[in-house]
């Protein structure tokens, strides 16, 4: 089950709003129009973030991929897309995870909550071969939220989805925010969201920074 200590649905979708509701560890979430859970949030204060060595080997051995950030309404969604999404959560996740009609209406719609879609291709191959994953994302001018990443799982780029996150933490602090969330912690799996300079975690309470104690935590519902 999902860990959320409260939940909330905003009708005030100004950054400053967002943007403070983030900072309670609230994040929007796919069920509906601006339903945020308080959840574990994981985030990287930018300030104190710089690549790491095992960060720059991802960068390295993805050197091909390439970040574009556009606007939800997405002008150039089709069904391929949506089963791209379809098909990486139920091979992740298991059946029913999360559904192409959801990440059609995520991606067409005029949102107010998710408003950016990170594409990443490689230019250098096919045509076919060049959108090779995306993120649905949460964008104000201080916080970007890397909310609902899918690629290809059957890419020849090895280090795939870190080469993405990777970049959306570069992208974030280029352009002057002061945190990127990068979701929440619940699974052993979650793990890799650990690596970065910077990482803050939301506790129930307030924000800690005591790694080890997170990595020890129980990740069943609390």
Sequence with gaps: MYLKWNEQ??????DDNIDSLYNEGYVFTRVGKG???QTRSVRIDLNKFELSSENRR????TEELKLQIEKIPYRNYSWEIGKLAKDFYETKFGDGTFSANKVRELLTEKRDD????????????????????????????NILHYSYPFYNLNSKINNLGMGMMIR????????GKQYIYLG????PTDIYKLQFAGLQWFDGEGWKQDVEKLKRLNTKNT
Excluded at 9 to 14: G, V
Excluded at 58 to 61: A, E
Aim: proline share 2%; charged share 25%; aromatic share 12%.
């Design 168 to 175: 959306a933490v570069q992208y974030a602090k280029d352009t």
């Design 35 to 37: 339903i945020m859970n």
């Design 184 to 187: 929440s912690f619940q699974r």
């Design 114 to 141: 998710f408003n950016r879609v990170l594409c990443y291709d490689t230019p250098n191959k096919v045509k076919d071969d060049n959108a090779v994953g995306y993120c649905i994302a949460v964008e104000t001018e």
């Design 58 to 61: 991802i960068l390295r051995k």
């Design 9 to 14: 649905t905003i009708a005030d979708f100004s």
